[in-house]
Nanobody
Framework: QVQLEESGGGLVQAGDSLRLSCVVS????????IGWFRQAPGKEREFVAA???????FYADSVKGRFTISRDYAKTTVPLQMNSLKPEDTAVYYC???????????????????WGQGTQVTVSS
């Protein structure tokens, strides 16, 4: 079992930054891959970024160059640094975990077995 808890969401203006955090517990941190997904009202959940247990990181084209995913092994957290936020980034953001190794084209949510409750990010124009 893996437990995930997101935090750091909020209301910001376009161009601002936010740092989300996903606390991972219940499994050896180095043996899980973590992904960030988001879901806007009326839309399907979409991939944002991922950190594979192999060490690779990859991003959706819509956030590449603006968002950065990382791992803090001491705190067993996976931060998502979001810069230059846009109104279209408004969504509930979820972190998810899987024990699988992810390739750089693993944009699907299907490999993930564990999900957090989500944190709301709202970007005003």
């Amino acid at each position: 079992q893996v437990q995930l808890e997101e935090s750091g969401g909020g209301l910001v203006q376009a161009g601002d930054s936010l740092r989300l955090s996903c606390v991972v517990s219940g499994r050896t941190f180095s043996r899980v891959s973590i992904g960030w997904f988001r879901q806007a009202p009326g839309k399907e959940r979409e991939f944002v970024a991922a950190s594979s247990r192999s060490g690779i990181t990859f991003y959706a084209d819509s956030v590449k160059g603006r968002f950065t995913i990382s791992r803090d092994y001491a705190k067993t957290t996976v931060p998502l640094q979001m810069n230059s936020l846009k109104p279209e980034d408004t969504a509930v953001y979820y972190c998810a975990a899987t024990t699988e190794y992810l390739s750089a084209t693993s944009y699907s949510s299907s490999p993930y077995d564990y999900w957090g409750q989500g944190t709301q990010v709202t970007v005003s124009s």
